[in-house]
């Protein structure tokens, strides 16, 4: 599985971003699909899932009520919409995707990774 990850840029406080995560290749193996995020010096962290046959959605509790998780299977590709983003939002967002049915905070669960996209959030 191959995964492209796209839609980062630099927005004021309070605006929105929508970032999307197109997968290719064998996409009929994966269970999930999830988002996390890296500023420099810290670890990576989770930050939503969705399970890519029911659609079963996980939010960390630092983005709940400001950004949604959504899949198109048709399309084989995944969105965070990213709404009320905040300083703190700033960080390099990667999109991941595994066959694991362990949880979906863990990176041990996917097994493949996106390139990163840049968002960056102006105060």
């Known amino acids: 599985v191959q995964l492209q990850a796209s839609g980062g840029g630099l927005v004021q406080a309070g605006g929105s971003l929508r970032l999307s995560c197109a997968a290719s290749?064998?996409?009929?193996?994966?269970?999930?699909m999830g988002w996390f995020r890296q500023v420099p010096g810290k670890e990576r962290v989770p930050v939503a899932g969705i399970t890519w046959s029911d659609g079963k959605k996980y939010y960390a509790e630092s983005v709940k009520g400001r950004f949604t998780i959504s899949r198109d299977n048709a399309k084989n590709t995944m969105y965070l919409q990213m709404n009320d983003l905040k300083p703190e939002d700033t960080a390099v967002y990667y999109c991941?995707?595994?066959?694991?049915?362990?949880?979906?905070?863990?990176?041990?669960?996917?097994?493949?990774w996106g390139q990163g996209t840049q968002v960056t959030v102006s105060s």
């Open positions: 991941a995707a595994g066959s694991s049915r362990y949880t979906w905070l863990q990176e041990s669960s996917y097994g493949y």
């Open positions: 290749g064998r996409t009929f193996s994966m269970y999930r």
